[in-house]
């Protein structure tokens, strides 16, 4: 019992001398549009709309997947969909999943492109009309 005492002994002390010389923590200042450059929001952008367009992406190639196979199969037995029916009878290999995965993963790559190309587009012209606007 005894040495318990001489160990929170120290804790304790250190406890309370923080309490009494306690400072206000600095307030965070906000950022500015100088802070970083263009090409730095360009690329925060790109990656929020990569990884944001893949989950839907992902979902519309799995479904768009599930449905060329049971298009181009012959059999009349062909498990159904499986957004349309209860269950997947016939798993997907590795290879599909992968290939899944990569096709939705271009998609994404391609909807961030897209969208890259298309800002700078609207950047450009709003520049070229700012630019007219003050030499008028």
Request: hydrophobic share 40%; proline share 7%; with cysteine.
């Amino acid at each position: 019992m005894r040495l318990k005492n001489i160990l929170v002994l120290p804790f304790l002390l250190i406890t309370i001398n923080l309490s009494f010389t306690e400072e206000k923590p600095p307030t965070p200042e906000p950022y500015t549009k100088e802070e970083f450059p263009q090409w730095l929001h360009d690329l925060r952008r790109a990656e929020i709309i990569l990884v944001g367009s893949f989950p839907i992406t992902l979902f519309f190639t799995s479904v768009g997947y599930d449905i060329f196979r049971y298009v181009s199969r012959e059999v009349e037995e062909t498990p159904v969909p499986g957004m349309f029916g209860t269950l997947r009878l016939i798993p997907l290999t590795k290879e599909e999943k992968i290939g899944i995965l990569i096709t939705a993963v271009s998609i994404s790559a391609c909807i961030t492109i897209a969208d890259l190309i298309i800002n700078k587009i609207i950047k450009k012209k709003e520049q070229k009309d700012e630019r007219n606007f003050q030499s008028k």
